[in-house]
């Protein structure tokens, strides 16, 4: 069975930095897209970034786009998604998500949490002022 991990995240200053990781296990074989995904209360999950095992594909959500940066897919099966210039706008739950079809590793800003079929349990980001 697949299973995800996420870590890192806490309480920050409006303005500060946190870095999230995400370590999968249990993909033994092929490639797979990581995604970020975050749920703020009353509202749905919300894409964040993505990247793929496959090639160098990277999406960001406008939102964040210029402030957040996922990484590749280390050796230890770990993405990192950097979070610089923070604003009370990122409290939510965030989510790691993986998936191993190639529609979906191969185009992942195409597609939404409802096609990924693997998750991890949630980190929590609060960002104070």
């Known amino acids: 069975e697949v299973q995800l991990v996420e870590s890192g995240g806490g309480s920050v200053q409006a303005g500060g930095s946190l870095i999230l990781s995400c370590t999968a296990s249990g993909f033994t074989r092929g490639d797979y897209a990581i995604g970020w995904f975050r749920q703020a209360p009353g509202k749905d999950r919300e894409r964040v970034s993505c990247a793929s095992t496959a090639d160098s594909t990277r999406y960001y959500s406008d939102s964040v786009k210029g402030r957040f940066t996922i990484s590749s897919v280390n050796n230890e099966n770990t993405v990192y998604l950097q979070m610089n210039n923070l604003t009370t706008a990122e409290t939510a739950v965030y989510y790691c998500?993986?998936?191993?079809?190639?529609?979906?590793?191969?185009?992942?800003?195409?597609?939404?949490?409802?096609?990924?079929?693997?998750w991890g349990q949630g980190t929590h980001v609060t960002v104070y002022s």
């Open positions: 998500a993986a998936d191993g079809d190639s529609a979906v590793y191969y185009y992942c800003g195409d597609y939404g949490a409802n096609v990924y079929d693997y």
